[in-house]
């Protein structure tokens, strides 16, 4: 699909391509950047603008150029890096008043400052404007949070949300114009891909993400501390859980069986899950969050690498029937499934082919691109 808009000009027709600027943090991590090339694709001059870095739970990750074709990646600094609230950029309305987007697009949720500030320069340039938003809890924020977000909700003109869950939340606080429905990132199928052949190792299992409480990862550890036979378990991230989980190890006398790895550029993120034999996110539900969406779930799938999830937030919608779910904190149910994998390599490859499927049928970053320049062309 091409979005163009045209407008005479004596006697002729210029024929003016759609310009659409975009702020996103989350753009620094590579691999997503095929999301971008594949908006342009469909004749869109496409504008991101990201920091040179973002700092987590992990540490800070630096801007990764991977996927830089057919469209602008530019870097702009940014004020309180790691502050998820308080971060702005600087420079941002020069650039976007040299750009002239007809639409802005808010890769930002609407109750942080980054987003206000993407929006009053939208609004000085009279363009339209959306947001992106994970938000599956109904949450009430303090002033300027609170009013910042109405304002936000009383002037962008549309809405894309990861879940049908997060849609739930904005209309219950009162957003009325149109909601999209669209995961924020999808995968590569050519890049997650199923191993070319098996390699023989203990059974592995994995956990790749945050290490901090509501993930349960501990409750991960306990239930592999039931199994029998040989296995290993990869642990892939950092986060103030760290201590504890080591701790926790080493007095279930399992420390030797487990492998706590350090962060990794995206782009390696394919061959771990070839050396795993299935991924679990055993996220728990706290009052102030649950599972947004979970997307090493759709990776490992892409993969071919079974997944176990619990039943927190959006993790059994993005599972659906190709892999196996508990509900939280059941360490008992969660080594159950993973004893079943451990002991069966048939089963482990039906759920791996299930896996893939799904993860195709739904979770491409070419449907996501698609989806996302319909919202595009809606508003243009």
């Known amino acids: ?32 950047q095929r999301k971008l090339e594949l ?13 040179p870095s973002w700092r987590d739970e992990r540490g800070e990750m630096p801007l990764e150029r991977v996927y830089t074709d057919g469209y602008r990646l530019e870097v702009l600094p940014i004020r309180r890096n790691g502050d998820f609230h308080l971060h702005s950029y600087v420079g941002l309305g020069e650039r976007l008043s040299a750009f002239q987007p007809h639409i802005v697009h808010i890769d930002e949720e609407p109750y942080n400052l980054a987003a206000w500030q993407m929006l009053f320069y939208a609004e000085r340039l009279k363009t339209k404007s959306l947001f992106f938003s994970w938000q599956n809890i109904y949450r009430a924020y ?19 949300v990861g879940t049908e869950s997060a849609a739930q939340v904005w209309r219950e606080k009162g957003f009325t114009k149109p909601i999209s429905v669209i995961p924020q990132f999808g995968t590569d199928p050519d890049l997650f891909h199923p191993p070319d052949e098996r390699v023989e190792r203990p059974f592995t299992i994995g956990y790749f993400g945050r ?11 306990a239930a592999c501390a039931r199994l029998s036979g040989d296995w290993r378990l990869i642990l892939l991230g950092g986060g103030p859980q760290l201590n504890a ?4 190890a080493q007095t279930l006398g399992i420390a030797d ?23 679990v996110l055993p996220s728990r539900t706290r009052p102030n969050w649950k599972e947004q969406f979970g997307r090493v779930l759709v990776e490992a799938m892409c993969s071919g690498t079974p997944v176990i999830g619990s039943d927190s ?68």
């Open 1 to 32: 699909m091409e979005s163009w808009g045209s407008f005479p000009y004596g006697a002729a027709l210029i024929m003016v391509k759609l310009r659409v600027a975009m702020i996103s943090k989350a753009c620094i991590v590579g691999i997503y």
């Open 39 to 51: 908006i342009a694709q469909q004749g869109i001059d496409l504008w991101v603008i990201v920091p």
């Open 142 to 160: 303090p002033p300027p949070f609170g009013w910042g977000e109405r304002w936000v909700l009383n002037t962008v003109h549309h809405a894309i």
């Open 211 to 221: 290490l901090v409480e509501e993930k349960g990862i501990a409750d991960l550890i």
């Open 245 to 248: 989980l080591q701790m926790q």
């Open 257 to 279: 069986r487990i492998q706590f790895q350090a962060q990794v550029r995206s782009t390696e993120m394919p061959a771990l899950y070839h050396s795993i034999d299935v991924l």
């Open 313 to 380: 937030g959006a993790i059994p919608g993005v599972i659906g029937d190709a892999g196996l779910i508990f509900p939280e904190g059941d360490i008992s149910t969660l080594h159950k499934h993973l004893a079943a994998l451990h002991c069966d390599p048939t089963q482990r490859q039906w759920w791996a082919d299930q896996g893939r499927a799904r993860a195709i049928q739904h979770f491409t970053h070419k449907q996501v691109a698609l989806g996302t320049a319909q919202v595009y062309d809606s508003l243009w």
